[in-house]
């Protein structure tokens, strides 16, 4: 076992035996075959996985590894945000070039622990191996929700109402820089280097039974509206002037970026006309966007002249590693 692999394995076990007990969640982490999980009574897990790939969703050379960690996490954690869910563990696979630095595979952990913290998610287990062609990171994570209380794509209903968390572009602004060769201070820009998944914000949503249906941001708002849409065999009109544009350096990202932009790990949700949704939630703003329509399209009412299509103009991983 090569010596990076030895110290991840090692830095993840003491990772797991510091786990939050009180959750009770994990009967049995790495050490075994398998992690062995507690299910609560009359509850339904939930299970998400995503990759984190070198030149598709990160450059070594914009986004320092605590960024990369972060981000890595967050996906998973958002995605179980998005069915209302409480995330229950967290398991990583890991293929990593020989020539990494440790240094690097040391911060890309404390940047996915310190988040894993925040939110006391346990990290139950993974893999490790050396990787011919870059980093990419797998992470699962596995959470829970009372049975039958899972929100879904596919249940918004004409009429509803559609509602966003937080503000929109920050991340596809940050990202826009990046590509015009800026040098940025991840501090400054949080929404693209250290996105908050919206856990709390979904969780409330769910228990006082606001919405009908719900996505998380990650593909951007005319992208994922439309998933809603087809999974529910709806269509929406959105009022452009009503879009929570991220405020972004001395004034607001461009529309485009706010409507088409990925990665803001906020909340896409749809709530019955007349529901009381509150102006926050957890301290995050909620914006009333639009409403769903029967019929299949999705329009975009501009604030002065005539409505036209809303046509998904979907998120851009980068499009190579150089
Ligand atoms: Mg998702």
Redesign the pocket.
């Given at each position: 076992v090569p010596l990076p692999e030895r110290k991840l394995i090692s830095g993840v076990r003491r990772e797991v035996q510091r786990a939050p007990s009180g959750r009770g969640s994990l009967a049995a982490g790495i050490g075994d075959d398998c992690a062995l999980l507690r299910v609560p009574p009359r509850h339904q897990i939930l299970v998400?996985t995503d990759f984190t790939l070198e030149g598709v969703h990160f450059r070594r050379e914009w986004h320092p590894p605590r960024s990369v960690g972060h981000r890595c996490l967050a996906r998973g954690l958002?995605?179980i945000a998005?069915m209302g869910g409480e995330p229950v563990a967290a398991f990583l696979s890991l293929a990593l070039p020989a020539k990494l630095p440790q240094k690097w595979v040391d911060d890309f952990m404390g940047g996915l622990l310190v988040l894993a913290k925040q939110f006391g998610v346990p990290l139950a287990g993974g893999d490790t191996a050396s990787s011919p062609a870059g980093i990419m990171a797998d992470i699962v994570v596995v959470g829970a929700l009372p049975r039958g209380e899972a929100v879904l794509r596919s249940t918004a209903r004409p009429g509803d109402l559609v509602f966003v968390s937080g503000a929109l572009g920050g991340s596809a602004a940050a990202l826009q820089l990046l590509y015009a060769g800026k040098r940025l201070d991840p501090r400054s820009y949080p929404a693209h280097f250290f996105p908050a998944p919206r856990i709390e914000v979904a969780r409330r949503l769910r228990r006082a039974e606001i919405v009908t249906s719900m996505?998380?941001l990650?593909d951007g708002l005319s992208t994922d509206l439309r998933h809603i849409c087809e999974e529910s065999r709806v269509g929406a009109e959105i009022s452009a002037q009503s879009i929570p544009q991220a405020k972004f350096r001395d004034g607001a990202v461009e529309l485009d970026l706010a409507l088409h932009g990925g990665e803001d790990y906020e909340l896409l949700f749809t709530a019955r006309p007349g529901t009381r949704v509150p102006r926050s939630v957890a301290g995050v703003p909620i914006t009333h966007v639009g409403r769903i329509t029967r019929g299949r399209k999705i329009v975009l009412l501009p604030e002065n002249g005539s409505r036209s299509e809303l046509e998904s103009r979907g998120w851009e991983h980068f499009r190579s590693t150089r």
């Open positions: 998400t958002s995605d998005a996505i998380d990650s």
